[in-house]
Nanobody
Framework: VQLQASGGGLVQPGGSLRLSCAAS????????IGWFRQAPGKEREGVSS????????YYADSVRGRFTISRDNAKNTVYLQMNNLSPEDAAVYYC????????????????????????WGQGTLVTVSS
């Protein structure tokens, strides 16, 4: 499967963006899908994930209540709706597939996935600034 993240851009603090993760080569509902981000000078971190059956989602504490992950199987795409953005959310955002379907189980699994996953795409840049 190949995943393409898009939808980033410049937004003012308090604004919203919706990121898309479009899959090709496989059905996006065959995997758990995670969103990760990396800010300049910082390590990549897990943001959110959704299980293949959509019955389990995970959110990092820093985004819970502001971000929502969802899946549209007809469009073979996973979305990340980001509301009330702050400068701390500025980063390059990446999506990735997890065939083991474990990343929505929690932070430990997201962190383990970060260590093992090795074919990151280009990501999409989110800039939050006034």
């Amino acid at each position: 499967v190949q995943l393409q993240a898009s939808g980033g851009g410049l937004v003012q603090p308090g604004g919203s963006l919706r990121l898309s993760c479009a899959a090709s080569g496989a059905n996006v509902n065959a995997f758990a899908i995670g969103w990760f981000r990396q800010a300049p000078g910082k390590e990549r971190e897990g943001v959110s994930s959704i299980s293949s059956s959509d019955d389990l989602t995970y959110y990092a504490d820093s985004v819970r209540g502001r971000f929502t992950i969802s899946r549209d199987n007809a469009k073979n795409t996973v979305y990340l709706q980001m509301n009330n953005l702050s400068p701390e959310d500025a980063a390059v955002y990446y999506c990735a597939e997890d065939p083991s379907d474990s990343i929505p189980l929690g932070n430990y699994y997201m962190r383990s996935f970060l260590v093992s996953y090795d074919h990151w795409g280009q990501g999409t840049l989110v800039t939050v600034s006034s």
